[in-house]
């Protein structure tokens, strides 16, 4: 009788002990790189990391500020970020050039990009022949591509993230994204009815934007860690949707963190395109949820363009590309 209540009493410290270790099990380390400073383009990053989401889901995250010295691929394949965003035309040449990265999960679901240009000097899209252009310097090949389709010639010129060049017509057009450059732009004391813009997606090239990425490795190595990644940043998203002024004061003190310039009204515009960028489709807002979730067309048509224009050499197939972690098997 001793020995069989001396048996159990050691299985129930084993239990408790287990239990003790469940409980205090310790959060696992990873490191977000952005592809850029911050700003609510990322809010939900921020905002689940400051509700604490991400310790919610067993991750202690650390974020990295991308800028144009720090690139999101190179820290990916280097190992010194566990995840990273990247526009889907810059992920999809990364991959194509044999960066083994994955798409874990597809944030916005449309193309926020426009090239912009003063009415007095441009009316319809052949009056940018011979102009010059300025775009981001890593999307000289895709618009260098985009006026091939067009039969176009322009001089593509390396812009800054400063719309000034522009204003200062230091270059006839610029590139730009609706959510930050174009409202840079009108807050400059600008009428829209002053230029011409071209949104890209009403141009027949509606390529998706910001993605979450990582190396294959990493997926296969833990995909429960990435699958909560993407549950905590849902919820971050989620929230800053649902309470846009605490959001924007979360994204402010990552602005003012860096020391960049904080403009309250421009974020507020910036979160509020990204929630039409991310509800987009009648049925995602009428159930009040989006979808991270890739569009096999919409990736397949950059796919094309890019193979199309000579700016890959292959088309990688989208199995090998994205991987829906949330898909009912």
């Not at 889907?88 to 990009?113: E, F």
């Not at 017509?169 to 174009?182: K, S």
């Not at 490795?217 to 860690?225: A, C, R, V, W």
Request: net charge positive.
């Amino acid at each position: 009788m001793k020995k069989f209540i001396y048996i159990l009493l050691i299985f129930f410290s084993i239990v408790i002990d287990c239990n003790s270790q469940n409980e205090t099990a310790p959060l696992k380390k990873v490191t977000l790189c952005t592809q850029w400073l911050p700003q609510a383009q990322f809010a939900g990053f921020y905002v689940a990391q400051e509700k604490g989401f991400y310790s919610k889901y067993g991750i202690d995250i650390r974020i990295i500020d991308g800028s144009a010295f720090i690139q999101v691929h190179e820290l990916l394949e280097s190992g010194e970020a566990t995840f990273g965003t990247m526009r889907l035309v810059n992920a999809v040449q990364h991959k194509a050039y044999g960066l083994d990265i994955i798409n874990i999960s597809q944030l916005m679901s449309v193309s926020p990009l426009m090239i912009i240009a003063k009415k007095s000097k441009i009316k319809k899209i052949e009056d940018l022949n011979g102009k010059t252009i300025g775009v981001w310097e890593d999307s000289h090949s895709f618009f260098k591509g985009f006026l091939k389709t067009y039969k176009l010639k322009a001089n593509i010129v390396t812009m800054s993230a400063s719309v000034n060049l522009f204003l200062l017509n230091g270059v006839d057009a610029m590139a730009a994204m609706e959510f930050n450059e174009f409202d840079q732009i009108l807050s400059s004391g600008f009428k829209q009815d002053e230029f011409t813009i071209f949104r890209i997606r009403d141009l027949g090239y509606d390529f998706p934007e910001d993605g979450i990425y990582c190396m294959k490795e990493i997926f296969q190595n833990d995909p429960e860690l990435c699958r909560n990644f993407i549950l905590a940043t849902y919820e971050g998203w989620k929230f800053a949707f649902d309470n846009n002024e605490e959001a924007i004061e979360i994204v402010l003190k990552h602005i003012k963190r860096v020391g960049t310039q904080a403009n309250r009204t421009h974020q507020r515009w910036m979160l509020k395109k990204m929630k039409e960028y991310y509800y987009n489709g009648s049925d995602l807002r009428k159930s009040g949820n989006f979808s991270f979730s890739l569009n096999e067309k919409k990736y397949m048509d950059v796919c094309y363009f890019l193979y199309s224009q000579k700016i890959i050499a292959q088309m990688p197939p989208i199995s090998s590309f994205y991987v829906n972690l949330f898909k009912k098997q």
